[in-house]
C-alpha cells in the first residue's frame, strides 16, 4: 500500500490538497448514493432500460472525478518530481501517466 | 417514473428474470462497498494514481452490469415485443437501444 | 459477402439510401486523404504529439460515420424487418445491434 | 507547424526511431487500404452492419497506432526531456499527455 506520505519527508505534499480532498470525498458520498439508488431500481422492478441509462450517469461521474484526480496529481505530484530534478521519480510518474493513458485509450 | 409492469398487462415479464435481479442486486452492492474503498482511500492520502486505478476498476465493473442488464432486457422485453407482434413496441425498443449504442460509442 | 440484395427481393432498399451513400463516400474519400496526410507526417518527422492529435481526429470522424450509418441501418433495413412481421429477421436484427453494443461499450 | 528538428539542435533525435518510423509507414499504408476498401463496400450496396464492423475495425487499427507512437515519444522525447533536466519542456510534455489522457478518457 504506497501513500503519499513516503514522498514527502517533509510533510509538504500530503495526500490531495485540501479542498480537493474535501471535493472528491463529496463527490465519492455522492456516488455511493446513486448506486444505492440503482439498487433500488433493480429492486423496484424498474424499466432495464432506465437502470441501464443510471448505471451510464455513474460511470460519467466517475470519469469525471478521476480526471479531477489526475489534474491534482499531476499539479502536485508530478510537479514535485519536475521542482525536485529526481530523474528517478520523474520516469516513474510518466510511466503511471502513460499505464493510465493505455487503459483509458483501451 | 416507467415500471415494467406497464408493459406487462398480464405479469408475465416481471422485471428482471429472479436470478438476473438477483445476481444485479449483489453486483451493485459489491461496487457500493468498492465506492466506501475508494472513499477510505482518499481520507486516508493515499496515492493519487492507486486511486485513480480503483475508480477504473469500478467503472470496469458497471460497465458489465450494464451489458449484463442489456444482454436480460433484449432476452425478454424486446423478445416480448417481437413475439407480440407490437410495431410501435418494437420502434421504441430499437429507438432506446440506438440512445444506448450513440452514448456508448460517443 | 452479404449483400443488402438478398434482403430485398423487389430491390425495394437497395443497400443505403442513394443521399447517404453518396455522403458516406464522400466521408470516407476526405477520411483516406487524412490517413494520407498522417503518413506524410510521420515522414516528415513532425512531432508525436502531433501525429497523436491527427490520428485521434480520423478515429473521430469514423466513429460519426459508424454512427450516421446505423441511424441509416435502422431507419431502413431495421425497420423493413419490424414493417414485414418477419420475426427471424427482427430478432437477427436486435442481435447484430447488440454485437454493436458490446463493441462500442468495450 | 512544430517539427522534432526544433527540439534537437544536434540531430540526436529526429522524429521516431527509423525502425518505428517504418513500422508506422506501413501500418498507414494497410489502414489507407482499409479506408479504400470500405468505401469499395458503400459503393457496392454491402449490408450497413458489415460495413460498420468494418469501420470498428479501422478504429481499433488506429488505436494501436496511437499507442505505439505515444510509447517511442515517452522512450524519446519525454526521455530526453528529463535527461536534459530542463524542467519548461518537462512541463510541457507532462501538459501534452495530459491533454492526451483527457481526450481518450472522454
Do not use: F, W
Not at 456516488?31 to 460511470?59: F, H, K, L, P, W
Amino acid at each position: 500500500m504506497r501513500n503519499v506520505d513516503t514522498y514527502t519527508p517533509y510533510g509538504y505534499i500530503a495526500g490531495m490538497r485540501k479542498d480537493i480532498k474535501a471535493s472528491c470525498a463529496q463527490r465519492l458520498q455522492r456516488i455511493e448514493g446513486q448506486v444505492r439508488g440503482i439498487a433500488r431500481m433493480v429492486d423496484e422492478n424498474r424499466y432495464c432500460i432506465d437502470v441501464v441509462t443510471q448505471i451510464s450517469a455513474v460511470r460519467a461521474a466517475l470519469r469525471r472525478l478521476e480526471e479531477q484526480i489526475l489534474q491534482d496529481h499531476v499539479a502536485h505530484c508530478v510537479e514535485h518530481a519536475i521542482a525536485s530534478g529526481n530523474k528517478a521519480d520523474q520516469r516513474k510518474k510518466i510511466d503511471e501517466l502513460m499505464a493510465v493513458v493505455r487503459r483509458a485509450d483501451r
